[in-house]
C-alpha cells in the first residue's frame, strides 16, 4: 500500500500514523517497526530539507515480501541525490574532531537490512528492506 505525503516536516505526523498501520497489518514486531520508523524518518526529513522549494510530494509504500518489510520513498521531480553513496562516518573519533553531518544516514545503514537508491524518469527513488523478527 502507497501513500502520499505533502513534503513538510508537518507531515511526520501523518507519516507515523500511516507506517503504525502498515506495521501492524504485516505483523511487525516492535524491533522492525522502531527501525522502519527511525529510517523512515531521517529519510522523509532528508527529503524534506534538501528539496526544500519544491511543492511535490513524496510518496511512501509499504510491503511485505516473505520475511521481509519493503518500504520505499518516491522523492517526486528532484535531481539525483544518492544518499546511500555517502563514505561512512567515523564514529570512533573525539566529537570535536568528527565532520557535520551524515550521521542520520549512518543511523539508517545501520538499522535496516538493505538501503538502495535508484533514480527515474526525475524521481529518486529510496528503498530500504527491514527483516522480520520470528
Same mark, same amino acid.
Not at 510530494?57 to 520513498?73: C, F, M, P, S, W
Not at 544518492?82 to 543511523?107: C, F, N, Q, W, Y
Given at each position: ?60 509504500? #509499504?510491503?511485505?515480501? =516473505?520475511?521481509? !518489510? $519493503?518500504?520505499?520513498? @518516491? /522523492? +517526486? ?22 565532520? #557535520?553531518?551524515?550521521? =542520520?544516514?549512518? !543511523? $539508517?545503514?545501520?538499522? @535496516? /537490512? +538493505? ?20
Amino acid at each position: 500500500m502507497k501513500r502520499r505525503f505533502v513534503r513538510s516536516i508537518d507531515s511526520l505526523t501523518d507519516v507515523f500514523t500511516f507506517l503504525d498501520e502498515r506495521l501492524a497489518a504485516q505483523n511487525a514486531g516492535p524491533a522492525a517497526a522502531y527501525a522502519v520508523n527511525l529510517a523512515v524518518e531521517e529519510l522523509f526529513t532528508n527529503m524534506v530539507k534538501y528539496s526544500s522549494g519544491r511543492r511535490n510530494e513524496v510518496t511512501i509504500g #509499504v510491503e511485505k515480501n =516473505g520475511d521481509r !518489510l $519493503v518500504v520505499t520513498l @518516491v /522523492d +517526486e521531480d528532484v535531481e539525483p541525490f544518492d544518499m546511500t553513496g555517502r563514505a561512512e562516518v567515523d564514529t570512533s573519533g573525539p566529537l570535536e574532531e568528527r565532520k #557535520v553531518g551524515g550521521l =542520520g544516514i549512518h !543511523l $539508517v545503514r545501520q538499522m @535496516v /537490512d +538493505e538501503f538502495h537508491y535508484r533514480y527515474e524518469n526525475g524521481n529518486g527513488i529510496i528503498t530500504i528492506t527491514k527483516k522480520l523478527e520470528q
